[in-house]
């Protein structure tokens, strides 16, 4: 569904991305892990036309990101609070979502109501403008604002920061049941292993702009890859 070809992206003389060649599949849930710098939310920028690479391409359903819009009627996506429009209300925000993706009023309604246990009652209904609330409540503003239209393609980088362990939990409750027929591609990079580990049947770690290895999810990879980040640290 996804397919990185001889891309490249460098800052000054850093190379961020460095990617032969890599394909993400129609019904993966595919995790990016690695350390800082390691280039995985400049990856997820290039998925989504935020960046341009020096070489290369990514393509969506065979066409081009940098080329055409078509990809932008299928993903969702939250990178950072740069996607919010801080101004409005939660509300607000949500049906400027709906009205992009033509989502009408009613069914709109119905699929926030689907994320109430996650907003938690602390979201909706307050009247707040999107810049008074936590870190936590933006981050949820801004999964939630990424999920409303179900796309095939949901992009989300470091989507447990700030949340606090319940909600963390719940956003995996959410993103397993979204997951369900395998019809949807999920793309997430984490810090935390043990998220990605739950979550993913594909795990990709990153180290200097490249994907060094792409496992199966298994007992055995996530080892390979604690023993890979220990080594880092001289443990091993």
């Not at 990605?196 to 496992?215: N, P, V, Y």
Request: hydrophobic share 40%; net charge neutral.
């Amino acid at each position: 569904m996804i397919s990185l070809d001889d891309l490249q992206k460098r800052f000054g003389a850093i190379i961020a991305v460095d990617i032969k060649s890599h394909i993400i599949n129609q019904g993966d849930i595919f995790g990016l892990v690695g350390n800082n710098g390691a280039g995985k939310t400049t990856l997820l920028r290039l998925m989504l036309d935020l960046l341009k690479p020096e070489r290369g391409q990514v393509l969506s359903k065979t066409i081009q990101v940098y080329q055409s819009e078509h990809w932008k009627k299928y993903t969702g996506s939250f990178i950072d609070n740069n996607f919010l429009i801080e101004f409005l209300t939660s509300e607000e925000y949500f049906d400027f979502i709906g009205f992009v993706y033509g989502v009408e009023p009613a069914l709109l309604k119905r699929r926030i109501e689907g994320f109430g246990n996650f907003m938690n009652g602390e979201i909706i209904g307050n009247n707040k403008y999107i810049r008074s609330l936590s870190s936590g409540n933006k981050q949820k503003v801004g999964i939630v604002g990424a999920m409303i239209s179900e796309p095939e393609i949901l992009i989300l980088d470091e989507p447990f920061n700030f949340l606090d362990p319940s909600s963390q939990i719940g956003l995996k409750h959410i993103l397993r049941k979204y997951y369900e027929g395998k019809t949807k591609t999920i793309i997430l990079s984490s810090h935390n292993l043990n998220h990605i580990s739950d979550l993913c049947t594909r795990i990709a770690l990153m180290e200097k702009g490249k994907i060094i290895k792409d496992f199966g999810n298994n007992p055995d990879t996530i080892k390979e890859i604690e023993d890979y980040f220990k080594s880092q640290t001289g443990i091993l």
